[in-house]
């Protein structure tokens, strides 16, 4: 059955919803914060690539104890706080704009309490799906997230550029903020009685291995998350890392317009929505497994090319040809690899195993954010985003190998990686991974 017409219920639907109108707030405000920088306070490339690496680095640090601390919470008033939080923290850009405080330290600040909201939300809403909905449903779901985040990626970033364009650079920031509140009225419209988790880490209902570090552990015990998070954060992380310093190229040398720049990367999130709608029909012909490697493998190949833009329409139309086939590959890939990460979460600590896995992810992120900065500050940007697409050629040999996942091959319409909403603003997990940032999973 498509993913369009099996019905999940009421209170997924509300979920959805709720995602939903905080994916468009997202992508109305892309790459808001860089673009503040940019073209308000004046920064060069090395503070763009600072801002975007230090509030994800600080944030992942932060976010690191409210694993444990979520795992035995119910999930839904940690996800209404987390988006009051971070409504409340992007606020404060519009008014220290209007009264003429604005900053680049404020911006830092701010970027930490998203990020680590960001993270905290995402592990809340993976753990909360699949509690809410059968393991069958899984790839049904996440592929309308999926497809929910590529709408939201190609409408987004060109109504946004539009608007900085015709009411200043924080409007999109503005509406970023109460796409929160939304949020948090679609979750707290789910309704219902959501039983408070046992506080047990065992079979037993003691606490062992239930600190810091227990979802690391689950995470590098398993021959399947362990390789395929190894994946997901170096696939991420050479492509985030690209992020600033492709926005300071085009946005400054080669002369492109906000809305030109958000249009580069709208147009072609049309393929990711086709990608996200076509995950569950290859899945049931070919299985998982195939999807994952082949998918995985060929997402890859694309951003090399980003390193070969130009000036003007012929430059334009390259970054939307290289961002259509990345978008994509990943708008096939995510679902698959977000449902066999919730599969393969032990039960009793989905939570923790969620919550380090993007704390891994962010804090890779900003690591390789910093340090592609710093190189492109001695290279300039062309020559690190090159780097950074010759590298990603390696990645296909991280993804897990057949012999180790054979029970996943078995059941192929139930099991890829699961972040629900991974909300985009946390990423998007991407994430992410979207554009070239919603790519990151």
Known sequence: ?????????????????????????????????????????????????????AGLAVGAVVAVPLGPWMEFRRKRPVMIAMDLIRFAAILTVPVAYALGWLGFAQLLV???????????????????????????????????????TWTATMLGPPLGGAAIGLFGPVTTVTANAVSFV?????????????PRPLPAGDEKGTRSDSGLFEGWR????????????????????????????????????????????????????????????????????FGQYRVLVVAGSLRAIWPVGLAFIRPGIAGLVL???????????????????????????PPGRVARVLSAWSVTSKATIAAMTGLWGLLASF??????????????????????????????????DSDPEADPKADPKADPEADPERGLTSTRG
């Not at 492109?256 to 249009?263: A, K």
């Not at 708008?331 to 919730?342: A, C, E, I």
Request: hydrophobic share 55%; proline share 6%.
């Open 110 to 148: 701010v970027s930490v309490v998203v990020a680590a909201a960001d993270l905290t939300f995402s592990a809340a809403s993976g753990a909360y799906l699949k509690s809410l909905i059968r393991r069958e449903d899984l790839i049904v779901a996440n592929g309308r997230f999926e497809s929910t």
């Open 182 to 194: 939304l949020s948090a009225l679609g979750v707290r419209a789910i309704g219902g009685h959501e």
């Open 379 to 412: 290279t300039g940007p062309r020559i690190a985003i090159a780097v950074a697409g010759v590298l990603l050629l390696a990645t296909p040999l991280m993804i897990p190998r057949r012999e180790r996942a054979p029970e996943l091959e078995s059941e192929p």
């Open 319 to 345: 970054v939307m040809l290289v961002e259509a086939g990345l978008i994509f590959c990943s708008g096939v890939f995510n679902p698959v690899s977000t449902t066999y990460r919730l599969n393969h979460a």
């Open 1 to 53: 059955m498509g993913t369009g017409r099996r019905s999940l219920g009421r209170p997924f639907g509300w979920l959805w919803a709720a995602f939903t109108v905080s994916a468009f707030g997202t992508w109305l405000a892309f790459d808001a914060f860089p673009l503040i920088a940019i073209t308000v306070l004046h920064t060069g490339p090395a503070q763009v690539s600072v801002l975007a690496a």
């Open 218 to 285: 689950c995470i590098f015990s398993s021959p399947v998350l362990r390789p395929l998070l190894l994946n997901n954060v170096v696939v991420n992380g050479l492509i985030m890392a690209s992020v600033p310093l492709l926005a300071v190229l085009m946005l400054g040398r080669l002369g492109f317009t906000p809305w030109q720049y958000g249009m580069a990367f709208a147009v072609p999130c049309l393929a990711g929505l086709i990608g996200s709608r076509m995950t569950q029909p290859l899945v049931a012909r």
